[in-house]
């Protein structure tokens, strides 16, 4: 049985599928995108407000994409706050599915998630080793899902593609941190179903986009691609797998 759920949030639909009961015994998890947001600040660390998490659930996990573009910068650490740095001091720590950089080290693009089961909002800190000159967050709720990588995917090529497995019931996020040479990007995904594709910085040209899917068969070897609508400087895209819990 296959479940549509929309959210119409400024002007915009996002299409969630939820596949449950796709076979006898198997139990699916469930992914819906929830919002992102571009800050083009020279900063080391970068502090998102008021972000929105959806809904409060017992099993829910917060999975979150992250792009930072500067020289040979890493993550030191993403963290979540409910509802506030102010009310949560402490925060939680998100683990890393996959961390990458792009050809040159200019660029980096991660996953990270973590068991989030109240609130509705949250205030998302990500510190990294350096100063950068922008930084894209984007963020799935997912519900009923391993907290672990089944598999993952990285690619750096133009188009950015690769293949990733995923079991029966589980779901694929992908998120891509492309640096153009111009502005007005606007990107393609196969495999999987596009979120958003965003500006990051004032003059358009980084970007950041999304996609994610929830799948009732097997898939192995699925070839997951971005592809963009004109020339790439450089480009980095990460993509995890989550079992069914």
């Known amino acids: 049985m296959v479940w549509l759920r929309c959210r119409i949030g400024d002007g915009l639909m996002l299409a969630n599928r939820m596949i449950a009961g796709a076979a006898a015994g198997v139990v699916s998890a469930s992914i819906t995108f929830e919002t992102s947001v571009p800050d083009n600040a020279n900063e080391t660390n970068y502090t998102f407000t008021s972000v929105d998490i959806g809904s409060a659930a017992a099993d829910r996990q917060v999975l979150v994409g992250v792009g930072i573009g500067a020289d040979s910068r890493t ?7 409910v509802p506030t740095v102010a009310a949560d001091p402490t925060g939680t720590t998100m683990t890393s599915l996959i961390d990458v950089t792009t ?3 200019f660029d980096r693009a991660g996953l990270f998630i973590a068991t989030v089961a109240s609130g509705t909002s949250a205030e998302i800190v990500v510190t990294t080793s350096g100063a950068n000159g922008r930084c894209g967050l984007a ?3 997912v519900n009923g899902a391993a907290s672990t990588a089944n598999d993952t995917l990285s690619s750096t090529a133009s188009p950015m593609t690769g293949t990733i497995d995923c079991s029966a019931g589980g779901v694929i996020v992908a998120y891509a941190f492309p640096i153009a040479s111009g502005a007005g990007r606007t990107f393609t995904w196969a495999g999987v179903t596009e979120d958003f594709d965003e500006a990051v910085d ?6 950041h986009t999304g996609a ?3 799948f009732d068969a097997v898939q192995t070897g699925l070839t ?7 020339s790439l400087s450089r480009q980095i895209m990460v993509a995890v797998s989550l079992d069914a819990a």
């Open 224 to 230: 997951v691609s971005c592809t963009a609508s004109a």
């Open 202 to 207: 004032g003059g358009n040209n980084t970007m």
């Open 75 to 81: 993550f030191s650490s993403v963290k979540i706050h």
């Open 139 to 141: 963020v799935w709720s």
């Open 212 to 214: 994610s899917e929830a």
């Open 103 to 105: 050809t040159g080290g």
